[in-house]
């Protein structure tokens, strides 16, 4: 399941926080982000082996080729950029704030979520990696980041947006509490098409709300 661009992933290019206890360190600028089964927390440099694997995946390919790199030290510097993101007047509408999905009962690193600027909207993106695919991962995630986001950014229309082809991502934006909201044609993934927008409406949302953030 794969979405967009968890917000430009490398500088050029197009979806935090100590677990419970106000534990900070001095590149921990705002708080982890936790569901039942998950917790969404900064990337650092220690991912970049894993992020360059997830980006050789076919699905990856297929539906984000904008994030595939040609090696770990171009996805490093994608890393690198995002992490100079994070500070504490973070706004998805400006930069793009990007968090890694990690499963609490391992702390594997299994895939990301994040939001980026799209012409005054956000916009999220999100990839899971195709072995832990189907397991409810992207939508608990895409859910618990964009709750976040309604709540400080009230104002701040949320957008999901995919190609007409990519069905297991329209079914998680749904899931998330996403509705339908037409065609629109624009640059995405590095060519003009048209796409299926769709907007955070939290009402609609059908996977049980058990996100919650924690300091």
Known sequence: KQTGSPSKMTPKRRNVCPPAGPETRSNEVLRYLE???LRLRPLTSVDTRKIFEMSQEDEMRKWIPS????DEIQAS?????????YRTDIDPRVSPYVLGIELKSTSDLVGHVGLSPLHGDVEVGYAVEQSQQRKGIATEAVHVMC??????????????ITVRENGPSQRVLLRAGFKPHGERTMLFQGMEQTVLVFTHSPQSYLYGARGNLTR
């Not at 309604?150 to 957008?159: D, M, N, R, Y």
Request: net charge positive; glycine share 4%; charged share 10%.
């Open 35 to 37: 569901t039942q089964s």
């Open 67 to 70: 994030q595939v790199y040609r």
């Open 77 to 85: 510097a994608a890393l690198a950029f995002l992490i100079s993101q």
């Open 147 to 160: 709750k976040w986001a309604a709540a400080k950014f009230p104002s701040a229309s949320i957008l999901g």
